[in-house]
């Protein structure tokens, strides 16, 4: 048995912090190359009108359904009764929930009393923000989660 010495003991502690400053440095890096960056610009200016826009958007009464099925995502909107809506504008982000590099920014079509777009979606869980605007122009916004097991 090999007598433990300081060059050992030395040797142990410098390896043990190599592991531990490298490790560090990776999730360090992993976290800021996959920071999708700010969601506003100034949060204190656009927190200004937040109470009322809010209200605006619920006095609507809409929800908004994210299905994915076959390569084929649906959005059905909906008001308090439960009843299909068309809106306006629309735009919607579909991406990951922890890094922007699958970000998708699909175009959607009114079919039926959905709005439709075809995309390849790999499996588990996607975010789905989509913005509108009723016919008055209420400005809605909602994210939803979508888990896709395909």
């Given at each position: 048995m090999t007598e433990l010495t300081g060059k050992h003991v030395?040797?142990?502690t410098t390896?043990?912090?190599?592991?531990i400053i490298g490790v560090n440095a990776v999730l360090a890096f992993k976290a800021v190359s996959t920071?999708?960056?700010?969601?506003?610009?100034?949060s204190y200016v656009a927190s200004q009108g937040f109470n009322d826009r809010k209200a605006a958007q619920e006095a609507l009464g809409w929800t908004m359904m994210p299905v994915y099925v076959d390569g084929r995502l649906e959005l059905a909107f909906a008001d308090?009764?439960?009843?299909?809506?068309?809106?306006q504008d629309l735009q919607v982000?579909?991406?990951r929930a922890t890094e922007a590099r699958d970000d998708?920014?699909?175009?959607?079509s009114l079919v039926g009393d959905a709005y439709a777009a075809d995309l390849d979606l790999a499996r588990g869980k996607w975010i789905v923000k989509a913005t509108a605007r009723a016919a008055d122009g209420t400005?809605?916004?909602q994210r939803s989660e979508l888990f896709v097991r395909e």
């Open positions: 030395f040797a142990i390896g043990a912090f190599a592991v920071f999708p960056g700010l969601e506003v610009g100034n308090r009764d439960g009843l299909p809506v068309r809106v982000l579909v991406g998708l920014w699909p175009v959607f400005f809605f916004e």
